[in-house]
């Protein structure tokens, strides 16, 4: 058997006759940018989260950048986050043109350490940007709080969590905005680039709304700016998976729950920790090999059977090479969890069309490495 990491092909052939009706409808109505397609995306989105204003853009980077843009944070600030992301957390801060300062995980849920927080607070720190890394939600009660004590910005960093939620909190309520992506592999994600940004807060809807559009709002009227905008094709997709993305994020669970009831009790990799009450929509499925030397040997007996595993984030971005390529950076204190987070993860199959016979192939091979492993 083959099992592939993504289901791209097979989740268009479940909503085909939708998406192909949005697509028409966008191409006959003759506008394509900032059209009525993205307003009402954008409306599904800022009711789909509970906030006042979402605001399409062209990718999640840019919905990083330009949320620290719009908060007035740039050159000579700096900006907490962690090393264990995705490269483009930390790009982001570097292109709004602040230092990018980064601390540990949490040692279960990988998710930035509300703990080591605070040591990495200097009189220009201006904000945090918390990852909810792998459709896990970080804890936000803990880092508003170190927020408000130290008057910060918070920007949730949700390329890979959408719909998920803590114990009592949802994402875009306790922070300044929330930035997701919806490149294809993320859980609502479009044939392309694109991405948003969710704000209660008003000034900001209006400064990224205006940044995006070479910094007008008006026809023949601009201020610096840039292009950044989500098109009308893109929002015409997105606009029919976001209504199937909970029940898609649902399914995630269920395999989730599967896969842990048949790894558990092996004795060579730890699995994923779902902090209690909170709503894990699993973007992905990651197990952590004990000793990072088995890492390479696990993902190789993987794909020699037949299963396309992989590794987010292999390398920690202080440990890519030429870091930090002239930028303002600084690491606070060990961040000995990220780096063993990088050294040791393995990421699973892991898309809502999987099925449970894949899913069980996975398992039975992961244990047959497991077995053979010392
Ligand atoms: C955590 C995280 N932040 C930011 C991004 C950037 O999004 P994009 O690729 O749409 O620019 C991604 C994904 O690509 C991501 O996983």
């Given amino acids: 058997m083959k099992v592939g990491f993504y289901g791209h092909v097979r989740q268009y052939h479940n909503v085909k006759k939708d998406i192909d009706a949005n697509i028409q409808k966008v191409l006959e109505s003759g506008e394509y940018v900032t059209g009525p397609m993205l307003k009402q995306f954008e409306k599904e989105l800022a009711d789909f989260h509970g906030t006042k204003f979402a605001i399409g853009l062209a990718n999640g980077t840019d919905a990083i950048w330009l949320a620290l843009m719009a908060l007035g944070v740039g050159p000579g600030d700096e900006v907490i986050t962690h090393p264990n992301t995705f ?13 990018a300062v980064m601390v540990d995980c949490d040692q279960k849920t990988r998710c930035i350490d509300p703990a080591r927080i605070e040591a990495a607070i200097t009189p220009k720190t201006k904000a945090i940007i918390p990852v909810h890394l792998y459709g896990q939600c970080a804890d936000m009660r803990a880092i508003r709080k170190i927020a408000d004590k130290h008057k910060l910005f918070v920007i949730e960093d949700n390329a890979q969590a959408i719909d998920a939620a803590g114990a009592d909190f949802r994402i875009g309520e306790l922070s300044d905005a929330a930035t997701t992506s919806f490149i294809i592999q993320k859980n609502l994600g479009t044939n392309g680039d694109a991405g948003a940004v969710v704000t209660n807060n008003p000034e900001v809807d209006r400064k990224i709304r205006k940044l995006r559009n070479h910094g007008s709002d008006k026809r023949s009227c601009h201020s610096y700016g840039f292009n950044s905008r989500l098109d009308d094709l893109h929002a015409g997709i997105l606009s029919v998976k976001l209504k ?8 995630r669970r269920k395999l989730a729950v599967r896969y842990t009831a048949g790894l558990k009790g092996a004795a060579n990799f ?6 209690p009450g909170h709503r894990h929509v699993f973007h992905l499925y990651v197990v952590e090999t004990k000793k990072a030397a088995q890492r390479d040997d696990l993902l190789k007996f993987l794909s ?12 920690a971005i202080h440990k ?10 600084r690491i606070v204190g060990s961040v000995a969890n990220a780096e063993q987070n990088a ?16 899913v069980d192939y996975v398992i039975a091979k992961v244990l047959e490495w497991d077995k053979k492993t010392k």
């Fill in 87 to 99: 490269f483009a957390t930390v790009e982001a801060i570097w292109i709004a043109g602040a230092t």
């Fill in 244 to 251: 199937h993305i909970h029940e898609w994020n649902d399914l």
């Fill in 270 to 275: 730890t699995l994923p920790y779902e902090t």
């Fill in 304 to 315: 020699d059977n037949g299963v396309d595993a992989k590794s987010h984030y292999p390398i």
């Fill in 320 to 329: 890519q090479e030429g870091y930090p390529w002239g930028k303002q950076a």
């Fill in 343 to 358: 050294a040791c993860c393995v990421s699973l199959p892991m898309f809502p069309e999987l099925t449970n016979e894949e």
